[in-house]
């Protein structure tokens, strides 16, 4: 509610609402105010920002629907299971260890049911063997972690909304539940026919041992190696052998709100899963000499000092400040690619 102005040379807090109690319409006509729940004060609206990034700094419980670009207060907001549950419309995810609002279930109408919901495809308007419809996951949303979502054939963990979610793999669009279109699916530049799926394009199943690398020639997407006789992303096809080190902040800060991501290390480990996939990884382990193979080793490290607090059962203990260094504890403000630290 209170914002920030330049003044007179310093930074000061801009009074909003500041309505005579006597004069309740002036504080109405306000499109930032609204009257308090006892009618006797004039205070500023909660998450009624127009923009995400304005929305997520609300130090009000705030959240950004993506889909009706609008912000909204944050349901669920309780801090224990016990508390959560017993809240019908809420549940408690246990792999970020938060209370959260129910996907769909509590929409029971098919325009709330295709709006309401903060990620967009989210939610389905479907009809029931009876007649009657419900409001249910769409496929694939109805897994909320991202290793129930990579068991399942047909889904794949979505990186590109945050936090991340489950969708149908985008070459399924090709394929019904009677078999894929080989034809439409051939055209696609993503996709490619692997027996009688149709899956997402991998440049070195273009050309297969002896067999012709026109194929690879003749996609754009892809790089031709003649000494090598294989057929890479052509990203990486010019690349070097390399050994990239990624360093992981392991501050205290990183256990915060990311976004819309409930951490800091989930924010940072989906965005580098993503990238790291379409590396042209050599599978070779640390310690051991590169081979010239123009393939690529990576190695996560983070650099924190001491634990600052036991965390949670999903994420451990949280990294303390790296300017703390007893020995013996953390990484004491070193680098270090062990797991427990």
């Known amino acids: 509610p209170n914002q920030c102005l330049w003044k007179n040379?310093?930074?000061?807090k801009e009074e909003v609402c500041n309505y005579p109690t006597t004069e309740p319409a002036r504080c109405e006509q306000d499109d930032k105010c609204e009257l308090a729940a006892d009618q006797k004060k004039c205070i500023g609206k909660k998450c009624k920002h127009d923009n995400e990034q304005g929305c997520l700094a609300d130090p009000d419980p705030c959240e950004w629907n993506n889909l009706a670009q609008s912000c909204s207060n944050r349901p669920c907001t309780y801090d224990t299971v016990a508390t959560c549950k017993q809240d019908l419309n809420c549940t408690w995810n246990l792999d970020s260890d938060y209370c959260e609002l129910k996907k769909c279930s509590p929409y029971t109408t098919e325009g709330d049911c295709q709006t309401k919901p903060t990620i967009p495809g989210l939610c389905e308007w479907v009809k029931q063997?009876?007649?009657?419809?419900?409001?249910?996951y769409s496929t694939c949303k109805q897994y909320s972690s991202e290793?129930?979502?990579?068991?399942?054939?047909?889904?794949?963990w979505d990186t590109s909304i945050a936090p991340g979610t489950c969708n149908e793999k985008y070459?399924?669009?090709?394929c019904t539940k009677t078999g894929c279109n080989q034809a439409t699916c051939d055209t696609d530049a993503k996709c490619m026919t692997e027996g009688n799926e149709c899956v997402a394009k991998v440049c070195e199943k273009l050309v297969k041992g002896n067999d012709s690398s026109c194929p690879c020639h003749n996609d754009p997407d892809c790089f031709w190696i003649p000494s090598e006789r294989v057929c890479v992303d052509t990203r990486y096809g010019t690349c070097p052998t390399l050994d990239i080190v990624v360093l992981f902040d392991g501050s205290?800060?990183?256990s915060k709100t990311f976004g819309r991501h409930p951490h800091g290390y989930f924010a940072q480990v989906e965005m580098l899963k993503l990238w790291v996939q379409g590396l042209p990884l050599s599978g070779q382990a640390a310690g051991q000499p590169s081979?010239?193979?123009?393939k690529t080793r990576v190695a996560f490290v983070q650099f924190s000092g001491v634990p600052q607090d036991s965390g949670s059962p999903?994420?451990?203990?949280?990294?303390?400040s790296a300017q703390k260094t007893?020995?013996?504890?953390?990484?004491?403000?070193?680098l270090s690619g062990d797991v427990s630290e």
């Open 129 to 136: 063997v009876g007649g009657e419809y419900v409001c249910e």
């Open 326 to 334: 007893p020995s013996g504890t953390g990484t004491a403000g070193r």
């Open 171 to 174: 070459c399924r669009r090709h």
């Open 252 to 254: 205290g800060s990183m």
């Open 291 to 294: 081979s010239a193979n123009r």
């Open 9 to 12: 040379g310093a930074c000061v």
């Open 147 to 156: 290793k129930e979502c990579n068991g399942d054939a047909i889904c794949e």
């Open 314 to 320: 999903v994420t451990g203990p949280i990294p303390g």
